[in-house]
């Protein structure tokens, strides 16, 4: 049986050993890569938390090992002793000398008694401590330069390394995952210095549980995130055209759908179709010659301890927000018209705020219409109203719902809508998903393309914001996308909307927008140009108070899926064409 296990073991370290591992008295060679190990001798007097990350966090590959052997407190508090009694015979000397008082004997002297106080006290204890840093590089030259950046971090802070020289294998072997301390080379510190080093302190942001946003790119580590976890699960993402704004929201999406998540989709240039298509979603097209309407009078259920009033007055609020987008400039006594109009007009259908209006016929825009036409002074909001009633835009706001919300991802289109009904069409749409939000507890998400759109308009950024601050109690996170930066941050309701999102996306900006963005989100220099220079798909994530350098990765089945790319969707269709063919 052992002979058997030997040759298993003999057959396993074969296998993983690789071809060739020539050693040099300054470097070691494995097949075509070149190594060198170093480890840290000295240490300054004082030591600051971090102080060891630049390595950690250096975008090249290293190894570092660090080995701590506690020490045992009984031998250490008797060579202390021994010390002490060395260092106060040489001050005593030294004063019967008549010399001048030594600071660095004073020094000496009460660092060891402080330190000898604490280990008799169990409050501190004492340990080895080995640090080992395995560099690799393709040559030499590269091999060098890389050591001397590691060592400038380092020489900065006075930690001092040295190369293991002629041994070389034995750091290396140090460096492996094997918990192996070759080296045995060690440096006396007690627990305080140690704990400036260990555990690393990593630009990391990563999570037990969530969705993959992509690749750190301080330190290639994933960023794992739940934005649920949050205080609230809002997120802004800003980004010049072309920079991989949508292609990160729909690869979230995809990865979303995957945990049950019901994502709602307010899409300008139908880039959501082929998506929403692929996993079996619903696109709805919105425009004026479309088969699908939606009512703005639907009322929502009240939920769980809300009255019957207070979702009446708050669904009247919203209606006078869209009709103030559809009819322009209003007076103070034209909007306290219609807000007494739209509570006649419930009234009709026997919906008022003592009411059930659970299964009652909500009005149509019409009936509002007919309203305002009883009630004097209103001549002018007739006029402007009948446009959406009788005239070209009839068909699009005057009649009953027919969109269902049942599906786990649905896309609203809005790309055939005349730009002059946009910022309309968005807002009903927003309306629309709110009353179903609010009529049923569901984790869901909220996607808003181009959200400034909208946000030209006070009462569009009002109701965005109003949702922003109350999707966390309807277990919402709202997405809200912009590539034009100046008009969503100048608008009385940019600033707030991104204080209300626990979640920032900042990719690839332009130069016109980029000192806006730097001083709206406290941005480094160096993290300012960072977002010139990034490639598509490149750049800043937050989450709360931390943030990343973020690289979006897609495996390349979702690629497929999510693509916004021209070039590459033709070749698809056209793939496509040739398997249906034969």
Do not use: C
Request: hydrophobic share 40%; proline share 4%; net charge negative.
């Amino acid at each position: 049986m052992a002979n058997e296990q030997e040759i298993k073991q003999q057959y396993i370290d074969d296998l993983l050993a690789p071809s060739a591992f020539d050693v040099a008295p300054d470097h070691a060679q494995i097949e075509s890569r070149f190594l060198r190990t170093i480890f840290i001798v000295t240490f300054p007097r004082y030591l600051n938390t971090n102080w060891f990350s630049p390595v950690v966090n250096l975008d090249r590959v290293l190894d570092i090992s660090i080995f701590i052997h506690p020490q045992d407190t009984a031998q250490i508090l008797k060579k202390l002793r021994d010390k002490l009694g060395r260092l106060q015979a040489q001050d005593i000397e030294e004063q019967s000398a008549g010399k001048v008082r030594n600071p660095v004997l004073e020094t000496a002297i009460n660092d060891i008694e402080e330190l000898r106080d604490k280990l008799q006290q169990g409050t501190d204890r004492f340990f080895e401590l080995g640090v080992y840093i395995t560099i690799y590089g393709s040559s030499l030259e590269d091999l060098n330069n890389l050591e001397s950046k590691v060592r400038s971090i380092l020489d900065s802070q006075l930690v001092y390394t040295k190369q293991a020289t002629f041994r070389m294998q034995e750091g290396f072997f140090s460096t492996l995952p094997l918990n192996n301390d070759k080296l045995s080379v060690h440096t006396s510190l007690n627990t305080e210095p140690i704990s400036s080093i260990f555990p690393f302190v990593s630009y990391d942001l990563t999570s037990d549980k969530g969705l993959l946003y992509g690749i750190n790119i301080h330190n290639n580590s994933l960023v794992l995130f739940d934005r649920f976890s949050l205080e609230n699960a809002n997120m802004v993402i800003f980004g010049k055209s072309g920079g991989g704004k949508s292609y990160a929201v729909k690869l979230e999406m995809l990865r979303s759908l995957l945990f049950g998540t019901q994502v709602f989709v307010i899409d300008p240039e139908n880039e959501y179709k082929f998506l929403a298509d692929t996993a079996g979603g619903t696109n709805v097209k919105i425009s004026i010659a479309s088969n699908s309407h939606i009512n703005p009078f639907d009322l929502p259920k009240p939920m769980k301890g809300e009255s019957y009033s207070d979702v009446l007055r708050s669904h009247i609020l919203n209606i006078t927000g869209l009709l103030r987008l559809m009819l322009g400039d209003i007076t103070t006594e034209e909007e306290a018209i219609l807000d007494e109009a739209i509570t006649q007009t419930y009234a009709i259908k026997d919906i008022t705020y003592n009411s059930d209006f659970t299964n009652a016929e909500p009005p149509l825009l019409s009936d509002l219409q007919s309203v305002l036409e009883g009630m004097t002074g209103t001549e002018s909001l007739v006029v402007r109203l009948k446009k959406y009633t009788e005239g070209t835009f009839s068909g699009f706001l005057n009649n009953t719902t027919n969109v269902i919300l049942d599906n786990q991802l649905v896309v609203f289109s809005i790309r055939d809508m005349e730009e002059e009904l946009r910022p309309v069409a968005m807002y009903l749409v927003l309306n629309h998903i709110w009353t179903q939000i609010r009529s049923e507890l569901r984790r869901r998400l909220m996607v808003v393309d181009e959200a400034w759109w909208v946000m030209k308009f006070q009462a569009g950024g009002e109701f965005l914001l109003n949702i922003a601050k109350r999707a966390r109690k309807y277990f919402l996170g709202l997405t809200t996308i912009s590539q034009d930066i100046p008009d969503f941050l100048n608008s009385p309701y940019g600033k707030p909307i991104i204080t209300n999102s626990s979640l920032q996306l900042l990719l690839k900006q332009s130069p016109a927008s980029i000192d806006l963005v730097q001083k709206t989100f406290n941005l480094t220099d160096s993290e300012k140009f960072f977002l010139l220079e990034s490639q598509v798909g490149h750049g800043l994530f937050f989450a709360g108070t931390n943030h990343v350098g973020l690289r979006v990765v897609a495996s390349y089945q979702e690629d497929q899926v999510i693509t916004s790319d021209p070039k590459q969707i033709l070749e698809i269709e056209e793939a496509k064409k040739e398997l249906s063919s034969s």
